[in-house]
């Protein structure tokens, strides 16, 4: 049985983060919503542009195009010969979305394991995407504060220049999580009442934050 984890939690809250940390050990794949919206955004086409526009107020995509641009993907991985379950980072973000994720999921064969709720404030939010840089080839992420690169300005594995997110400006970020109270946080209610949710204290550091959501990983492995 594949391991099928939903990341929650605002942006900000580590969720990226985190499953890069935890991902190998259960040879999960992740996959971003963000990401795949950002990688159309830098192909440059139509569709890239109108993204654009609507990541970078704080709104969010609509719930169509993003459950289509999401099991696209995730079919192709869930393909692969060494499928062994995946990290949904971002997706879902509202109560259609949490509909359409299972009606895909059962599509594919798959089961959703568990929810992993990061719980973070909105002042640990700020402070953290304020000083959030990403590698502009790899996208690996680093925070100047809590997770300074070897060398500044510049990736640890391959040199490359390290980028600020558009969206990753203050008045964006105080939107994106009234976004977040507003059409994700019915989630947790959502998932709660089907006995599928986890949560923790997300307004710590990287470390005792991965350390924090490796526990309630094993937990889930062992139960299942
Ligand atoms: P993220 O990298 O997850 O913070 O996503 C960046 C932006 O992409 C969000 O602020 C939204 O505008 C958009 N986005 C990502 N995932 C979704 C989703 N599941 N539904 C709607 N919009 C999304």
Sequence with gaps: MALNLIFLGPP?????TVAQAVM?????????TGDLIRAEVASGSELGKKLG?????GQLVGDDLMAQMLEKDLAKKVSQKTFKGIILDGFPRTLPQADMLESILKKLKQKLTAVIYIE???ESVVYRLSSRWSCSKCKKVYNTITMPPKNAGVCDDDG?????RDDDKPETIGKRYDTFIEKTS???NYYEKKGLLHRYDGNVPPGPSIAAAEKIIA???KKN
């Design 12 to 16: 900000g809250a580590g969720k990226g």
């Design 24 to 32: 190998d050990k259960y040879s999960l794949v992740q996959l971003s």
């Design 53 to 57: 526009v609507i990541i970078n107020s």
């Design 120 to 122: 973070s404030s909105k």
């Design 160 to 164: 490359a220049k390290l980028t600020q």
């Design 186 to 188: 019915p989630l947790i």
């Design 219 to 221: 937990g889930i492995v």
